[in-house]
């Protein structure tokens, strides 16, 4: 008989009642230390007080309202995202798969409005960009994702990750859009080197072509800068959040230039739900904070701190493990076996982490973990591991 929730996941057998900063609790109490952060969502830790304070005081007051009227909380939280990063304008989502559906749309009106066929988008393999059918489209390569959902929507290429002469020679006088992670996250935490970065911005600016970056995961804070494009010192024209910048509510958004939303006027998109008082309320929270020079000065001191005793463990265990990869804290642990098989291991340590493709352990740990945590963690991979070569 299927089970009552729909069974696409295959789920651990833990369920937790409370959180406090980086740690989860179950319902007898055993305490578990959080290094996946919800995928990368729960940027400041679980109940955050400012979160709290923030999305209680909302909730008393008022939750939702529809865009049909004014919302100083989606206004501030417009108005802060434009102030600190490349944007002139910003629509808001419940998620990050909502945020490229939005993507997608506005490159080919960006096109059609100026009456030009420029309708085709290039992607690449290991890319996710969410499993709507526009974003398991942008996919084509992955079977996983795409198989028996057919027929896609037309118009997207992937190409092979990395090969340059591939790229260039895809983009064409049809091509609307390049659209790519900074840091892959599902594919494995592979950061794009900030060299190729600047290539893609320059092709984009002689081609025509419009450049969407989807920061979902490696955005707000997560790389060490507030959104990890700032690495390369350039701008996409388009840019998907999502995960981190609700801190735990669900919300995304799409951020653009004047020029690249130029299509998109009265009409011709809307969200019941996207950018609601309450989703805003949190998310000026999230960006206050975590916008801060010195919240992200010590995303980066404990990047640091995580990646040299992650240099230890691998040196420890070079049977189990091969490298580490990553931006600030999006870090990879590239295993010599399933990824899967340390997640399970770290289980038996309490500890939870979050699998990736390529043979990748993915440690995305709340902004504000305490060294302390982070060495803990980093200890209990150590004996999650010693207990797989034990038993191997
Ligand atoms: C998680 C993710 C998405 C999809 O976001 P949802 O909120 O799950 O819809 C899209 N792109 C990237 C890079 C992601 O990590």
């Not at 526009?134 to 290429?157: D, H, Q, Y």
């Not at 998310?283 to 010195?294: F, T």
């Not at 701190?305 to 642990?333: C, N, W, Y």
């Amino acid at each position: 008989m299927i089970p009552s929730v729909l069974p696409t996941y295959n789920r651990a057998p833990l369920a937790f009642v409370k959180g406090e900063g980086s740690w989860l609790e179950t319902a007898d109490g055993t305490r578990y230390l959080d290094m996946g952060a919800g995928i990368a969502v729960n940027a400041l830790g679980h109940a955050a007080p400012e979160l709290v304070e923030a999305l209680t005081e909302q909730a008393s007051k008022l939750w939702h309202v529809s865009n049909l009227y004014q919302i100083p909380q989606q206004q501030a939280l417009a108005d802060a995202l434009v102030e600190k990063t490349f944007a002139d304008t910003v629509f808001f989502t419940n998620s990050g798969t909502e945020a490229a559906e939005l993507a997608i749309k506005m490159a080919r009106k960006y096109w059609s409005s100026k009456g030009e066929d420029r309708t085709e988008i290039i992607t690449f393999d290991g890319a996710f960009h969410g499993r709507s059918t526009g974003a398991i489209s942008a996919t084509p390569n992955s079977e996983k994702m795409v198989k028996g959902f057919g027929p896609l929507l037309p118009g997207f290429t992937q190409l092979p990750w990395g090969d340059h002469e591939a790229l260039k020679a895809a983009v064409t006088d049809k091509t609307a859009a390049i659209l790519i992670e900074p840091i892959q996250g599902e594919g494995g935490i592979r950061p794009v080197p900030d060299q190729c970065l600047k290539g893609l911005r320059d092709l984009c600016d002689e081609t025509g072509a419009l450049l969407i970056f989807d920061e979902v995961q490696c955005g707000v804070g997560r790389s060490g800068r507030l959104f990890a494009h700032e690495w390369a010192g350039i701008t996409p024209d388009i840019m998907m959040v999502a995960k981190g910048i609700g801190g735990g509510f669900p919300l995304g958004a799409v951020l653009a230039t004047e020029d690249a939303a130029s299509g998109m006027v009265a009409g011709t998109h809307g969200s019941t739900y996207g950018g609601n008082p309450l989703g805003c309320a949190v998310g000026a929270k999230v960006m206050e904070i975590v916008s801060e020079p010195a919240f992200l000065d010590q995303v980066n001191a404990k990047a640091g701190l995580l990646r040299q005793k992650l240099e230890g463990l691998i040196a420890a265990h070079p049977d189990t493990f091969e490298s580490v990869r990553g931006t600030g804290l999006m870090l990879g642990l590239k295993c010599k076996r399933a990824p899967t098989d340390m997640v399970a291991a770290a289980y038996d340590q309490h500890l939870l982490t979050v699998p990736a493709a390529d043979n990748v352990l993915r440690l995305l740990p709340a902004l504000n973990i305490s060294e302390a945590d982070l060495a803990e963690a980093v200890t209990r991979l150590d004996a999650a591991a010693s207990q797989l070569e034990k038993a191997a």
